[in-house]
């Protein structure tokens, strides 16, 4: 089988996807994420056939475990993505810096970057965020929909919260430690009050646009100008309701390039990225999982997109903010 160009481009490319699911497959469903499945979007075979290089796994709480016994869910889902690196040390590798990515491209690995998706695991002390520090988390979500001790979620509608005092003091301890901060799923005064608060460039890993597609998880041209203004990066993400509200189920892959397109017009080239969201929702049929990857570069590239640009997007603009934050 030859290969064509945009093949060529994607594998030779730094892939980075900057959101899944993926560890609650391993520990609620049973799925190990080590082999081959037809359940779900991502195991360790697919990123491979996708041609990821570095993937950013989650360790999302469940509403149930918000209030109580948050930082030991936290801390159950880190387990299991360090059993899958221990397990399979040839296969997977846990990225604490910029280099380790670039390592796991020449070795042909996956890299995985590990993220708390909501501040609930810190328990409201800033000693357990430098403890996931040393275990290796670099991705901090401040909040999920909901408040957290640290920030309102994009739910709290009513009450329209920032960052708390303890969410300041969260926001410079990871400006410190080199921990990346994440704006996605964060009320707009959230997403303000970091923006004015960090001094590091900040990340909105799943987040569309607004413009294209009115829902609250989307961010308006100004945060997203923000963002980018401040050497940050968004993440288009693949979530079906937030490529077409009205229609979830209409969603393709042509929305999720509009919305490529849309930020690559509106924020310019250096500030759009990937995270597919990938095990964490439906996902448009023609997308149906991690390995159409290589499927979007080609019609990036169709599309008249340059390889530059559409290297950037794939995974450079990632690899530059996380180098830049968590350390080269
Ligand atoms: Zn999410």
């Given at each position: ?45 697919r990123l491979r056939d996708g041609g990821v290089t570095a993937q950013f796994f989650a360790c999302y709480v469940p ?44 070795e042909n690995k996956v890299a995985a970057i590990a993220g708390l998706e909501g501040a609930e695991a810190l328990d ?72 004015n608060t960090s001094l590091q460039p900040v990340i909105a890993s799943h987040s569309n646009a607004r413009a294209l ?116």
């Amino acid at each position: 089988m030859s290969t064509t160009p945009a093949q060529e481009l994607h594998f030779d490319a730094i892939v980075i996807d900057g959101h899944c699911d993926s560890i609650g497959e391993q520990l609620d469903q049973g799925r190990w994420l080590g082999e081959r499945s037809s359940k779900g979007h991502i195991d360790l075979p697919r990123l491979r056939d996708g041609g990821v290089t570095a993937q950013f796994f989650a360790c999302y709480v469940p509403i149930a475990f918000q209030r109580h016994g948050a930082t030991v869910q936290a801390l159950d889902r880190l387990d299991q993505l360090l059993r899958l690196a221990d397990q399979l040390p040839g296969e997977l590798v846990l990225a604490r810096r910029a280099g380790d990515i670039r390592l796991a491209k020449t070795e042909n690995k996956v890299a995985a970057i590990a993220g708390l998706e909501g501040a609930e695991a810190l328990d409201g002390s800033i000693g357990v965020l430098r403890q996931f520090y040393r275990l290796g988390v670099r991705n901090l979500g401040l909040a999920w929909n909901y408040r957290s001790a640290a920030c309102d979620g994009v739910s709290e509608s009513r009450s329209n919260g920032g960052l708390t005092q303890f969410g300041v003091k969260v926001v410079e301890e990871c400006n410190r430690l080199g921990m990346l901060i994440d704006l996605s799923h964060l009320s707009p005064a959230g997403v303000d009050d970091v923006l004015n608060t960090s001094l590091q460039p900040v990340i909105a890993s799943h987040s569309n646009a607004r413009a294209l597609c009115d829902h609250p998880r989307n961010l308006t041209d100004a945060q997203m100008e923000a963002i980018a203004v401040r050497g940050g990066v968004v993440g288009v993400t693949f979530v079906d309701a937030f490529l077409n509200a009205r229609n979830p189920s209409r969603a393709t892959m042509e929305d999720v390039i509009a919305h490529i397109e849309y930020m690559l017009a509106r924020i310019g080239p250096d500030a759009v990225a990937i995270g597919s969201d990938f095990d964490g929702c439906n996902t448009p049929a023609d997308l149906p999982d991690v390995t159409a990857y290589p499927r979007l570069t080609a019609r990036l590239l169709d599309r008249g997109h340059s390889p530059a640009v559409v290297r950037k997007v794939l995974g450079g603009n990632l690899l530059r903010v996380f180098s830049s934050v968590c350390g080269e």
